[in-house]
């Protein structure tokens, strides 16, 4: 489980992503890169660390299923992931 704080972080970082998208795809679009750098670091979506849904894990991230490795496997051993079975050859 991630620390409280970082997932608030997250969540306050993709709404300044969507808050600026508009404004910063115009100024990309003029080229104007002096006004892009006056904005906020934090509205760019290249800073936004893909996190687990469920409980904010940053790494072992799975993008299709948007949860982390361990969750992956666990919701799937429970059969709770549609579509997921364990392999067996």
């Given at each position: 489980?991630?620390?409280?704080?970082?997932i608030a972080k997250a969540e306050k970082?993709?709404?300044?992503?969507?808050k600026y998208a508009v404004l910063r795809?115009?100024?990309?679009?003029?080229?104007?890169?002096?006004?892009?750098?006056?904005?906020?670091?934090?509205?760019?979506?290249?800073?936004?660390?893909?996190?687990?849904?469920?409980?904010?894990?940053?790494?072992?991230y799975m993008r299709k299923f948007d949860?982390?490795?361990?969750?992956?496997?666990?919701?799937?051993?429970?059969?709770?992931?549609?579509?997921?079975?364990?392999?067996?050859?």
């Amino acid at each position: 489980m991630a620390k409280k704080s970082k997932i608030a972080k997250a969540e306050k970082q993709k709404k300044l992503i969507a808050k600026y998208a508009v404004l910063r795809r115009e100024l990309k679009a003029k080229g104007d890169y002096e006004a892009l750098r006056k904005l906020p670091k934090d509205s760019n979506p290249n800073r936004l660390r893909n996190r687990d849904h469920l409980d904010g894990r940053p790494r072992g991230y799975m993008r299709k299923f948007d949860m982390s490795r361990l969750n992956f496997r666990k919701y799937a051993h429970l059969g709770q992931i549609p579509g997921v079975h364990k392999a067996s050859w």
